[in-house]
């Protein structure tokens, strides 16, 4: 196999990036998860792009393939993701200590676990801008507990390549945002 081009490499990261936060985004809908049409259909999905997508430019994790600790823990932070949480509580509710957790998140994700709260922020937050084009991209950080508006932005950009503006303008400009339904006087 060829080695790849430095672009390429980012674009398969970012691709995966986009996959994974829209099969979770799509399996956290209500009764979504509960549904297995639903899962087969993401499962095929992700399958599909990991044929696709190298293992060492598979970034973003999907929880199935994490040990039973960190699963529990990740379960934990995207439940509560619109609330401040503590490494301390993400702990508890991974039934271990905190130097377990943060050692197993560090062994099977790179991150510890304050960091993949933040990436699972800006996941999610992602996802939304992709499924709300009415909502402000200030209302979105804001939303998904980013109270500094710039530091929202450059992650995401670290993360995604563009800022939150840039990606709702390029999809704006492929037409690939749901429509918004404006209300005026007559």
Request: aromatic content about 6%.
């Amino acid at each position: 196999m060829r080695a790849l081009d430095p672009a390429d490499e980012v674009f398969l990261e970012q691709y995966w990036a986009h996959v994974v936060a829209h099969a979770r985004f799509v399996l956290d809908l209500p009764g979504a998860s509960a549904n297995p049409g639903v899962r087969e259909a993401t499962e095929q999905y992700l399958e599909a792009a990991r044929r696709l997508v190298p293992a060492a430019h598979r970034i973003a994790q999907v929880d199935a393939e994490l040990p039973p600790m960190v699963q529990r823990a990740s379960a934990f932070i995207r439940d509560n993701l619109h609330r401040p949480v503590t490494a301390v509580e993400i702990a508890e509710a991974s039934g271990s200590s905190l130097r377990a957790v943060q050692g197993a998140f560090k062994i099977t994700l790179g991150v510890t676990p304050m960091q993949y709260l933040l990436n699972a922020r800006i996941e999610a937050a992602h996802a939304q801008l992709l499924a709300d084009p009415a909502l402000s991209v200030g209302a979105l950080a804001r939303r998904w507990g980013f109270s500094n508006h710039g530091r929202f932005s450059m992650r995401y950009r670290e993360v995604y390549g563009e800022s939150p503006n840039e990606t709702r303008r390029r999809l704006e400009a492929a037409g690939a945002l749901p429509m918004t339904v404006s209300v005026g006087r007559r």
